[in-house]
């Protein structure tokens, strides 16, 4: 009995896992512009821009999938993994035409994209050099969480890409 409970609870576990690492690598599959980023929006829609914040790419992700990426989106932080299960809940990104994924509209924009956004004291506007540069000076090659404005400063640094999440803490933006 008690290994049945818990075969069923590894199951479940494997499952939830498998789903997580579908979804970050269907996220990591989008195509992209190296000079730009991308943004999970909270119309469970996740958007890669250029940085005239054209959509070159998306994926729409339904709730399971949502829920499933949020520690690895939330970077661990607990109060934002709260916010996004509260933002995300009751969303399916399938229900989202291509119409308003290729052409969101400005509250479904990452801060940085939207009319009188300004990059004056924005962390994540360092530029990719610098902040390849930092990474380096640190000896590390652990990319994940570090705080990004392109895609290509993540490449440089071994990671996918750099994703912005939701606008909570608005203007960061971190590799994954
Ligand atoms: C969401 O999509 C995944 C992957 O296709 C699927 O396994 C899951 O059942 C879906 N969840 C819902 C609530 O539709």
């Given at each position: 009995?008690?290994?049945?409970?818990?075969?069923?609870?590894?199951?479940?576990?494997?499952?939830?896992?498998?789903?997580?690492?579908?979804?970050?690598?269907?996220?990591?599959?989008?195509?992209?512009?190296?000079?730009?980023?991308?943004?999970?929006?909270?119309?469970?829609?996740?958007?890669?821009?250029?940085?005239?914040?054209?959509?070159?790419?998306?994926?729409?992700?339904?709730?399971?999938?949502?829920?499933?990426?949020?520690?690895?989106?939330?970077?661990?932080?607990?109060?934002?993994?709260?916010?996004?299960?509260?933002?995300?809940?009751?969303?399916?990104?399938?229900?989202?035409d291509d119409?308003?994924a290729?052409?969101?509209?400005?509250?479904?924009?990452?801060?940085?994209?939207?009319?009188?956004?300004?990059?004056?004291?924005?962390?994540?506007?360092?530029?990719?050099?610098?902040?390849?540069?930092?990474?380096?000076?640190?000896?590390?090659?652990?990319?994940?969480?570090?705080?990004?404005?392109?895609?290509?400063?993540?490449?440089?640094?071994?990671?996918?890409?750099?994703?912005?999440?939701?606008?909570?803490?608005?203007?960061?933006?971190?590799?994954?």
């Amino acid at each position: 009995m008690r290994t049945g409970i818990l075969a069923l609870t590894m199951a479940t576990l494997s499952i939830a896992t498998s789903l997580k690492e579908e979804t970050l690598s269907h996220i990591r599959q989008l195509q992209l512009d190296p000079e730009g980023f991308v943004h999970a929006a909270d119309d469970g829609v996740v958007r890669s821009f250029r940085p005239d914040a054209q959509v070159v790419d998306y994926i729409k992700l339904n709730e399971t999938q949502l829920m499933s990426v949020i520690p690895d989106l939330a970077f661990h932080d607990a109060d934002f993994q709260a916010h996004l299960v509260e933002v995300w809940t009751d969303v399916d990104g399938n229900d989202v035409d291509d119409e308003q994924a290729l052409h969101p509209s400005e509250e479904l924009l990452p801060p940085r994209l939207r009319a009188g956004y300004s990059a004056v004291d924005d962390p994540a506007a360092a530029s990719p050099s610098v902040a390849a540069r930092a990474a380096l000076e640190k000896k590390t090659l652990f990319c994940a969480g570090r705080l990004c404005s392109t895609s290509y400063a993540c490449q440089y640094m071994r990671c996918s890409l750099c994703i912005a999440v939701d606008m909570y803490i608005p203007t960061v933006m971190r590799c994954i």
